[in-house]
């Protein structure tokens, strides 16, 4: 059973930072795509950051220049580097491990992002 747990969120000013954390943990488990995606209040999921072997790494156009996604060498592990936080960026930040192989996608529950003007 593999495990996706988030952490690092809270409540920041316009302007600040935040940094994210992610741990995918399972027996033998090695993830080819880590990624944060958010849901703000009243809107659709959608993708923040993902990064693959490489490593290759995608952003949001709205995330690009302030956000920086990286992972462990163990490739269980992934944060996301938040600076020049803006109210918009407020949402649940949600962090999704694929696995190899069969390419699963399992889920953490989420974590709050907050940020006031």
């Known amino acids: 059973q593999v495990q996706v747990v988030e952490s690092g969120g809270g409540s920041v000013q316009a302007g600040g930072s935040l940094r994210l954390s992610c741990v995918a943990s399972g027996p033998r488990f090695s993830a080819r795509v880590m990624g944060w995606y958010r849901q703000g209040p009243g809107k659709e999921r959608e993708l923040v950051a993902v990064i693959t072997d490489g490593p290759n790494m995608r952003y949001a156009d709205s995330v690009k220049g302030r956000f920086t996604i990286s992972r462990n060498s163990a490739r269980i592990t992934v944060y996301l580097q938040m600076n020049n936080l803006k109210p918009e960026d407020t949402a649940v930040y949600y962090c999704?491990?694929?696995?190899?192989?069969?390419?699963?996608?399992?889920w953490g529950q989420g974590t709050q992002v907050t940020v006031s003007s």
């Open positions: 999704k491990a694929t696995s190899e192989g069969w390419g699963h996608d399992y």
